[in-house]
């Protein structure tokens, strides 16, 4: 059973920084891409950001690129990210995703493997 595990997450004041981190198990995802959605409340789920099964190429959506950046380490079968100068809006619950093979995607429909996710607070 393939399993995305999160962990991270938390309450942090403006302008601090938290790292997410993501665990997969059940197979490896070392030819896939894997990445990051969140959800804020009432809204719909927002792709965050993309890595390449070779780690080279990484895709971030505008509103974190400059603060945020991606990493894997595919003999862990991981993947992390970090999130720094973080602002209110980035409040969300934070979704580990993987796809099946190495194609890059913004759209949540095209990930076939998703974490329980993990809730990021950023107060003012």
């Known amino acids: 059973q393939v399993q995305l595990v999160e962990s991270g997450g938390g309450l942090v004041q403006a302008g601090g920084s938290l790292r997410l981190s993501c665990a997969a198990s059940?197979?490896?995802?070392?030819?896939?891409?894997m990445g990051w959605f969140r959800q804020a409340p009432g809204k719909e789920r927002e792709f965050v950001a993309a890595?390449?099964?070779?780690?080279?190429?990484?895709y971030y959506t505008d509103s974190v690129k400059g603060r945020f950046t991606i990493s894997r380490d595919n003999a862990k079968n991981t993947v992390d990210l970090q999130m720094n100068s973080l602002k209110p809006e980035d409040t969300a619950v934070y979704y580990c995703?993987?796809?099946?093979?190495?194609?890059?995607?913004?759209?949540?429909?095209?990930?076939?493997?998703w974490g329980q996710g993990t809730q990021v607070t950023v107060s003012s």
């Open positions: 995703v993987a796809r099946s093979d190495s194609y890059y995607y913004t759209d949540p429909r095209r990930y076939n493997y």
């Open positions: 059940g197979r490896a995802f070392s030819s896939s891409t």
């Open positions: 890595i390449g099964w070779r780690g080279t190429s990484t």
